[in-house]
């Protein structure tokens, strides 16, 4: 298991749209992708930067969305596989080729597999 598919059946268990890698199409009115766009590891601990877009009808409800997401990924150090997760931005990210409202979250997370 990577730490990409972790973070997405994880979102996916607990939030109430469609949480998936890519974005799907065709494209649902509201989902979240999860990318893994960047790693490191320091005295043998991993660290990965995690980007979850947050996708929706209306800018209000992509930040809404987004904001649920920030909600539900405050969870996931509750899992033992997950010592820490920091929120690093959360910004309007709107996507100009669909015209569709994003928001995007960036985390740090250190995990233990």
Known sequence: M??????????AAELHVPVTGNVPSPMPASFVTVEQTGSSVSNHIPRAEIAIESWAPTRSEAMALGEAVKQT???ITEHW???SCRLRTFYNDSDTETKTARYLSVFEIIYLF
Do not use: N, W
């Open 2 to 11: 990577t730490i990409e598919s972790f973070v997405l059946d994880y979102l």
């Open 81 to 83: 596989e997950v010592s």
């Open 73 to 75: 990924m405050a969870g």
